[in-house]
């Protein structure tokens, strides 16, 4: 093609026929050496291998600039807001990897019968900065809307904000701006942005692998895998653990988690990224050959190796601790961000740990100054998360210190603070204290709000002449960095789902966990395994504690001491079949299937047929809790596992047990009287909800007490007591 364009453009003449011989020699003698080349197979062909890596990086470099296309859902239920003026935040991240050449906002939703559409409007900002005003159709029930995001104001993690005004038909032609109960916006959830964008390839560095490894994008189109030795030893699979727990944490979405498999699944060798994880030994030889034998003298190893379009990082040492070591490395989202290096040694004096905040108590709501303007109801939410193994307690306050505008009508303007949608206390707003005000209220007394728990401070802000006023940015107040939540917790003892997998952590981390596991895994055991410990370490926010994988039973000191995790079928693990008479659902005999009790009866072969999980009181340590995960078939353990993977899941069951069958029912069921691993602390808990019927208990004792010691003087100085004793006698 480009020879034939050359003689077209260049004109008659002698100097084109001289350029056209040489072109013919060449051409000749390229001929020649492929023929000779043909002939004789140890002659290389000159240029083929530089074609062919010509052609593979065409390949790449097409594959990385072709556009993809990436749905991020927002992390919102159904959502209603009323009031004239509504407002609501979502939230969305972009990787720094992408491209970005289009962002879609797709939202769902729905307003008031009654409202006016031709008044009623819609506004969308992000981060701050306003971008698109729209007003309903006009037509009722569910609508969507599909709108282009300005590129200029996308960051990587983005607060997009939904407000607007809902307004009433009062007549033919007159509109009104009170606010009733039909003042409402619904926003459904399944809101969305759709991300269209060129994906940037890694470079070499740990931090850069270690983005796209943990990508949105990369683990919902499950493009990364963590992957072990076939027959992996209890040291690599407690390095697997912790590497997933790590990567679990930061996954933003409820929806997608990356598997762990072994080196040989197909699903795992077609992904673009893949985690490598085992002993020198146990490596694959093509990876043994890329590490020093020298640098795993007295190191891990953790190495990115590119081979074409997939994307390796080996974690390898000699002994089983190193590589434990080095896989608490890699569950320290800080240390890998800040790893430029192709290659990082981690010795037994390396410092992996996660660093943390010491709880104290007290929660800041906001960081910076909160400022809320407009007129009418304005509010604004935060959200307070303790210690994944706690709750709150009675005396718990929250202090807000708050400006507002001294242009109000004080006698119409309140500050309201609310606790999930509740509210806890309000306070009349000032002239006088317009620069320097605040609301401490407290928390209600022996009601268990859980470890998470979101708190509104709202203001109802009105002006004098506010049915003349246009302006709507007026009003205004702020809510100081300095407002706080001063939350009293105590220790959750529950041993019920409701409360899984908070007895299994401690401090934020893992609460000495012992795993006994099927002496021989299948693919199925990798998929419970990695469905265990995605819920667990997304809780797990420290990657300090302990996991310890046992292929036999434990000793009975590491039983007493730990917190036990087992799961497979009882030919599978014996430490189960060990177990059967303290299940909650039997295996009969055989131990192929479960057997009727009373709470379930169940058909011979339907027991066969079903899996469980059940959460009991450790028989070793009262206590500690005995997680189980059990079926007939590893099949079986696998699908109940997936009622245990996601928060989403877990947050049905109320109970102790979990049976799921194979048409996807699930059933749950409650079998412990007590529920509290602790005694001590249920009826600590007892006397404290009832305290004050204790103290009238005790009052109304010391009473009895007093008027039986008055009359006992009184009987005795009259000399009854006396004279009984003579005519005794």
Known sequence: ?????????????????????????????????????????????????KTTQSKSKQTK??????????????????????????????????????????????????????????????????????????????????????????LRLIQGENQLTISGQILNKAGSKDYRLAQTPANWLTIYDGANVNFQYILKPPTTAIKSFYAHFSGTDTIAYQNSYITVPQAASNAELTAAMYALSGEARTITTENSQIQVTTYQDKAAQAADYQMVIGTYDHLPARFKKLLSKQQLQQNAVIKTVYQGDKHYLIVSAKTGSLLKKASRFIANQELMQETRSSTELVSDQTRTYTSSLQYDGSYQLTSSDDTL?????????????LPVDRTNANGSQIRVHFRYSKNLNFKRSLATVSINGSPLGSKKLSAAHADNDSLTVDLPKGKALGNSFTI??????????????????????TIESDSKAYIKSKPVSDLLLTNYPNLFLKNNTFNNIAVVRPAKLTKYDYQTMSNIFNLIGNYAQSNTGNVQFYTKTPSKSVLKQSNVIAFGTPQQNAFIKSLNNKLYFKFGAGDKGFVSNEKLSIEHQYGQNIGTVQLLRSPYNARSGLLVLTAGKSSDVYRAS?????????????????????????????????KSVDDQANIKTVLSNNSQLVIYLAIAIAILILIAFAAFLVLRKNGLMSRKGRRHE
């Open 61 to 150: 470099k097409k594959s990385s600039s072709a556009l993809k296309s990436y749905t991020q859902a927002f992390q919102n239920s159904t959502t209603t807001l009323s009031g004239t003026s509504v407002e609501a935040n979502m939230y969305f991240i972009k990787m720094d990897y992408w491209q970005v050449k289009q962002a879609t906002l797709n939202l769902n939703f729905q307003i008031s019968q009654l409202a006016n559409r031709a008044t009623s409007d819609i506004t969308l900002s992000l981060n701050g900065t306003k971008f698109y005003s729209f007003r309903p159709k006009n037509r009722t029930g569910l609508q969507t809307k599909a709108i282009k995001v300005p």
């Open 373 to 385: 303007t407009g007129a009418k109801h304005q509010s604004s939410t935060y959200f307070v998360s």
């Open 456 to 477: 509104q401070v709202a203001f109802d802000l009105e002006m004098h002449d506010q049915t003349s006023s246009d302006n709507a940015q007026t009003p205004w107040a």
């Open 642 to 674: 997936t009622q245990i993977n996601f928060q989403r899941n877990i947050e049905q069951y109320k109970g102790d047990a979990i049976v799921v069958d194979h048409d996807n029912n699930h059933y749950n069921y409650r079998f412990k009287k007590h």
């Open 1 to 49: 093609m480009y020879v034939s364009k050359f003689f077209i453009n260049k004109p008659n003449g002698t100097k084109r026929n001289g350029i056209s011989k040489w072109l013919i020699l060449i051409i000749s003698f390229g001929l020649l050496s492929g023929f000779w080349a043909t002939i004789d197979p140890t002659i290389p062909i000159v240029g083929q291998a």
